[in-house]
C-alpha cells in the first residue's frame, strides 16, 4: 500500500479490474475517488459461443476421455495450491466415491516457478482414487472447446483479481462455482449463477458442486442467466471502449 501511495502522486487517474480494488484504493488514500475507475474484465463474445460446439459436444468429450452421460466438473487454472487443487480434490474423491458417472475435468499445468506450491500428495491420491475419471489435459488453448465439456466450472482459489476464467465460463453458460473471494463474488451471483462457498473448506466445496451437478434444471437455469450477465457487463470489446472513451476524457 505505500508504493502504491508514492506511485499515487506521479499517477493522472487509475483503472482497476475490480470495484472492490477500486473502492480499496479510495480507503486506503492512493488516489481520490474521482480518479479512480473499475473497468472489469472481458473476453470475446464471438469466441466463446456456446452454439458453435452444441453438436460435438460427446464427439469432443470421447476425444478426452469422457463418457457422453457422464457429469463433469472442470477447472481452469494453474497447478499450484492457491488455485484451491487441494479443496477440489478432496471433494472430487468424496463425490466420485458416491457418483460412478462423476468426472474431473482439469485443465493447466505447473510453471518452473510453481515449485513452491507443490499439490503432488492430494494429486497422487486423486489419480489413485478416481482412476480414469480424473483428466488432465494440461496446458490448451482450446478454452472454449474443453469449457464446452463440462456441466459445471470450478474456481476454488485463495486469491484472484477479476478471473477471466470464470467469465469464460458465464458465456459457454456454465454454471460456477467459486470462493467467496475478491473477483470471484463480483462476477458469480450466489444463488443465481452458481454458488461461492468459503475459503478453503472443501465439505462446503462438495456440498455445491453435487447440489447444482446432480440436478440438471438449476445448472441450467444457473447457466442461463450466467451466460446473459456475462453478454451484459464482460464483452472484451465494450471493456476496452471504456478505457478508450476515458483517456478521450481525460486527455480534452
Do not use: W
Amino acid at each position: 500500500v505505500f508504493l502504491e501511495k508514492f506511485a499515487g502522486k506521479f499517477t493522472d487517474f487509475l483503472f482497476c479490474q475490480s470495484s472492490e480494488d477500486a473502492q480499496d484504493a479510495v480507503k486506503e488514500g492512493i488516489m481520490p475517488a474521482d480518479k479512480v475507475l473499475a473497468i472489469g474484465n472481458g473476453v470475446d463474445d464471438a469466441k466463446f459461443d456456446p452454439t458453435i460446439y452444441r453438436d460435438s459436444i460427446h464427439e469432443n468429450r470421447r476425444s478426452v476421455g469422457i463418457p457422453e452421460d457422464a457429469r463433469v466438473a472442470g477447472i481452469i487454472a494453474r497447478m499450484v495450491k492457491e488455485k484451491g487443487y487441494q479443496e477440489l480434490l478432496e471433494a472430487s474423491i468424496r463425490l466420485a466415491e458416491r457418483h460412478p458417472d462423476f468426472y474431473l475435468l482439469v485443465v493447466g499445468g505447473k510453471l518452473a516457478s510453481d515449485h513452491d506450491q507443490a499439490i503432488d500428495d492430494i494429486l497422487e491420491k486423486a489419480r489413485s482414487k478416481m482412476g480414469k475419471r480424473l483428466v488432465e489435459v494440461g496446458f490448451r488453448s482450446d478454452t472454449a472447446m474443453l469449457l464446452s465439456l463440462m456441466d459445471l466450472f470450478c474456481l476454488p482459489s485463495y486469491r484472484e483479481g477479476l478471473p477471466r476464467t470464470i467469465i469464460e465460463a458465464m458465456m459457454m453458460a456454465k454454471p460456477v462455482v467459486a470462493t467467496d473471494i475478491r473477483g470471484c463474488r463480483e462476477e458469480v451471483v450466489h444463488g443465481k449463477t452458481g454458488l461461492l462457498v468459503p475459503l478453503k473448506d472443501s465439505l462446503q466445496l462438495e456440498l455445491a458442486l453435487e447440489q447444482i451437478l446432480f440436478d440438471k434444471p438449476t445448472a441450467e437455469r444457473m447457466g442461463a442467466e450466467g451466460q446473459r450477465i456475462a453478454n451484459e457487463l464482460f464483452i472484451e470489446s465494450k471493456v476496452v471502449q471504456l478505457q478508450i472513451n476515458t483517456i478521450k476524457r481525460l486527455l480534452s
